[in-house]
């Protein structure tokens, strides 16, 4: 499978606090030409939850700083996030098939 980016649409950044529980889908719409969203995790750990629960730090799966993720776009949409510490950003880059 070969990813491309969805033409015109920028990556979005997602500033993610130990405060309470983001979500992407909240901050950005994604494209109807949309298949997968990439997640970069910057500067801090976070929590993610696809179930609609809320995470917490003991609540969802780590995200290590550092690391990227692929989604497909229902999952990105049902993702939910929570620093674990520090305040951490999220970069997303949307993707087409």
């Known amino acids: 499978m070969y990813l491309k980016p969805v033409p015109g649409v920028s990556g979005q950044a997602l ?15 994604f494209s109807v030409s ?5 997640v970069d995790v910057q500067t801090a750990d976070v929590m993610v ?6 995470p917490s730090t003991t609540v969802g799966h780590r995200l290590y ?6 989604w497909s776009k229902a999952a990105a949409i049902q993702a939910k996030f929570i620093a674990v ?4 950003t999220l970069y997303a880059s949307e993707w087409s098939l």
Request: aromatic residues 6%; glycine residues 12%; contains cysteine.
């Open 15 to 29: 500033s993610v606090t130990a405060g309470s529980a983001v979500s992407l889908a909240t901050s950005t719409a």
């Open 65 to 70: 700083a550092g690391q990227n993720y692929t």
């Open 49 to 54: 939850t696809f179930g609609g629960e809320t």
């Open 34 to 38: 949309c298949n997968c969203v990439t």
């Open 85 to 88: 510490s520090a305040t951490a």
